[in-house]
């Protein structure tokens, strides 16, 4: 398990890295802890090889939540965690996918089960893919990186981390959906299907997926908000 926080006083950073030393020997688990003295210096040092991410919000030149949106930019996947004296600071993490918050002065009991389940979220997915054909070619994608999948010009079109990625053959998106029901994917229109991990928000008719609006049919609206609620219960989202 690799760790990185970013943490302008040192007393709190040592009591982090302490709790966690404790945990990884309670848990059974290899640890390596990297610490920063603001967001800044992470985000100039930042290579996406951390599970986790502790940051602090409220810190001078770059906050943790600055410095979160600046890594998710490079870094869809990493597990993001905020430190914060007030908890409405940290609804902001929200928009930058953060999975949940820890109020200072920090409690080891409270940071386990955060870290507990930022653990299992650092599993999900991790080796699922996708095969498409591609003009003969076969191309793999991994779920985590795909955003949705959208009927396009009677083909479907994958639109991912990486790029777009356009389908040949008959496949059609029921199919899909099917095959990633239980990853997180919903339909929220007859021609789009989404991962609910890259959902910012829903407004009206619309709901805001890694930055593109996508349309919400009345028909799938209902069902398209319970899944989001049920996703962000089961500790996806703050």
């Not at 760790?3 to 945990?23: G, M, S, W």
């Not at 001078?60 to 869809?76: F, M, T, Y």
């Not at 893919?129 to 003009?135: A, H, S, T």
Request: charged fraction near 25%; charge should be neutral.
């Amino acid at each position: 398990m690799r760790i990185a926080i970013a943490e302008d006083e040192p007393k709190f950073a040592q009591q982090v890295q302490t709790y966690l030393q404790r945990f990884a020997e309670e848990n059974q688990l290899s640890l390596t802890v990297q610490t920063y003295s603001d967001g800044a210096e992470l985000v100039e040092d930042y290579r996406p090889v951390w599970d986790i991410l502790l940051l602090d919000v409220d810190m001078p030149g770059l906050d943790g939540i600055s410095a979160a949106r600046c890594i998710r930019e490079v870094d869809a996947d990493v597990v993001i965690i905020f430190v914060t004296n007030l908890a409405q600071y940290a609804i902001c993490g929200y928009e930058v996918n953060a999975l949940d918050y820890v109020l200072k002065p920090i409690n080891y009991y409270a940071l386990s089960m955060k870290l507990k389940k930022a653990l299992r979220f650092c599993h999900r997915d991790g080796s699922k893919f996708l095969l498409l054909n591609q003009g003969g070619d076969v191309v793999r994608i991994p779920l985590r990186q795909l955003y949705y999948v959208e009927v396009y010009n009677h083909q479907l079109r994958y639109r991912t981390a990486e790029g777009d990625f356009l389908t040949t053959g008959s496949r059609s998106l029921t199919a899909v959906a099917k095959e990633l029901a239980g990853d997180g994917f919903v339909r929220c229109h007859s021609g789009y299907l989404v991962n609910l991990r890259y959902v910012d928000k829903l407004e009206g008719n619309n709901v805001q997926v890694a930055g593109e609006l996508l349309p919400v049919s009345r028909k799938r609206r209902k069902e398209f908000l319970q899944a989001l609620l049920d996703d962000a219960k089961g500790g996806v989202k703050l």
